[in-house]
């Protein structure tokens, strides 16, 4: 249930509940870290005061979504925050929903089609609709790969804040390879992601096998967050590239989703 007004409000883009905004970006930051992490850094990673990072701390730990841990001075996600994981797992609402809007893009291009999300530097595939007679790919579901190498993994990073793909790409070492192609350094990332904004669509081009191209297209939530991106991906070259598909079903599955009501 959207909890954005009906009524225009001339704040477009702020949030329109402070300290939801402040608790859901906590959760989210603590469940990109590798390890618990102190109060002082979530505040200053996240421009949030340092008194409101506590009193919301408190409280996410009072129901289970955060542990403290006094010898460390530090803060993890708790076991309800496990639990939503769990239950997400269980109801695959997104994967339900992206299914059938796979195949239907699948049949109708006759190439293989698949969704996939972010999961820190990395993308996770979640559904895949291989096309008849077509190569098997690496993209089955629940398989990683790089998110600056994939064509989800751009389509996604374009539309997250600067700030944040620095944070996740500080530095060359935060690059991995797999066939002496793509982006391997931020510098070469940001003029990658520069030109997905200007295009509208994410691609790669035997970055991740070679011979093998894709093209994909991310699906935003009503802030403009990625929650998901869907690709088509074709070995050598077509006559036609898919992107105008691709886009397509973008929308249609955020529509599905409930990001174009208001």
Do not use: C, K, N
Not at 61 to 82: D, I, K, M, N, Y
Not at 224 to 246: I, K, L, Q
Not at 252 to 258: I, K, N, Q
Request: aromatic share 4%.
């Amino acid at each position: 249930m959207s909890v954005i007004p009906d009524v225009p409000d001339a704040r477009v883009g702020r949030p329109q509940v402070p300290a939801a905004d402040q608790t859901l970006r906590i959760l989210r930051h603590l469940a990109q870290r590798p390890a618990p992490i102190a109060a002082t850094a979530l505040a200053r990673d996240l421009g949030i005061p340092r008194s409101t990072v506590y009193h919301l701390l408190a409280t996410l730990e009072q129901h289970g979504f955060v542990v403290h841990l006094p010898q460390e001075r530090r803060w993890g996600l708790g076991t309800t925050a496990f639990e939503l994981a769990g239950g997400y797992a269980r109801q695959e609402p997104l994967a339900r929903l992206g299914r059938p809007v796979l195949a239907a893009l699948a049949d109708r291009l006759g190439e293989s089609a698949h969704l996939a999300v972010m999961s820190g530097r990395d993308v996770l595939y979640i559904v895949e609709e291989r096309a008849a007679r077509r190569p098997a790919l690496v993209t089955d579901v629940g398989v990683r790969l790089p998110a600056h190498l994939t064509a989800t993994g751009r389509a996604m990073l374009a539309a997250l804040p600067r700030a944040q793909v620095r944070a996740l790409y500080p530095d060359a070492g935060a690059f991995t390879d797999r066939t002496s192609r793509g982006p391997a350094r931020p510098s070469e990332l940001r003029d990658v992601l520069r030109r997905v904004r200007q295009a509208g669509i994410a691609e790669e081009d035997g970055e991740v096998t070679p011979g093998f191209r894709s093209v994909a297209a991310a699906i935003h939530d009503h802030a403009g967050w990625p929650v998901a991106a869907v690709a088509v991906t074709w070995e050598g070259e077509r006559e036609t590239r898919p992107d105008a598909a691709v886009l397509e079903a973008a929308q249609l599955l955020r529509g599905r989703l409930g990001y174009d009501r208001r």
